[in-house]
T-cell receptor, first 114, second 112 residues
């Protein structure tokens, strides 16, 4: 199974809402990533988890809060977002962070902030 | 020096033709060069990748050509099909590093 799943597929939220994005993989990968992708742009790295510990935070605003409850699950908690945060949020995983060149991506969550 | 420059931004090719996308880099520490394919509404998927000790790698209709001295690599899609229409990203990474350095992407359209 080489699949990374993400839920929900689409999310519309107001600026005062709190919501969460969920990502799951069962490939035994120990590195998991959150990316943000704007239209016609490459993915932009937000967070990296290695062995369930946050190892990289690419200066992401605190209104985005990641969580890794176990080695298969990755969440992204959203609070007080801005309209400019509307984007495709992608989760990815790789065997380890040293294998980042071979990442498996989920289909993404299309987020719209109104 | 961390950049990967990708061209063209968009490309239209007739069915059956050869699609060519080019990338260039500066950082000689890069040692892995993957290409990702992304369809609308989907996440990127690893298509093919190469290490700098090899000048060419072929998988089916997809070939990466690598020129270490010029610090350039390219993706060739032979016998291009409408199903190949997607956005293609080149990227670069180096050993034991968490980062992928992405090119800007090329939107490829294959006309029937």
């Amino acid at each position: 199974d080489t699949e990374v799943t993400q839920t929900p597929k689409h999310l519309v939220m107001g600026m005062t809402n709190k919501k969460s994005l969920k990502c799951e993989q069962h490939m035994g990968h120990r590195a998991m990533y959150w990316y943000k992708q704007k239209a016609k742009k490459p993915p932009e790295l937000m967070f990296v988890y290695s062995y369930e510990k946050l190892s990289i935070n690419e200066s992401v605003p605190s209104r985005f809060s990641p969580e890794c409850p176990n080695s298969s699950l990755l969440n992204l908690h959203l609070h007080a977002l801005q309209p400019e945060d509307s984007a495709l949020y992608l989760c990815a995983s790789s065997l380890t962070t040293g294998d980042s060149y071979e990442q498996y991506f989920g289909p993404g969550t299309r987020l719209t902030v109104t | 020096q961390q950049q990967v420059k990708q061209s063209p931004q968009s490309l239209i090719v007739q069915k059956g033709g050869i699609s060519i996308i080019n990338c260039a880099y500066e950082n000689t520490a890069f040692d892995y060069f993957p290409w990702y394919q992304q369809f609308p509404g989907k996440g990127p998927a690893l298509l093919i990748a190469i290490r700098p000790d090899v000048s060419e790698k072929k998988e089916g209709r997809f070939t990466i050509s690598f020129n270490k001295s010029a610090k350039q690599f390219s993706l060739h899609i032979m016998d291009s099909q409408p199903g190949d229409s997607a956005t293609y990203f080149c990227a670069a990474s180096w050993s034991s590093n968490y980062q992928l350095i992405w090119g800007a992407g090329t939107k490829l359209i294959i006309k029937p």
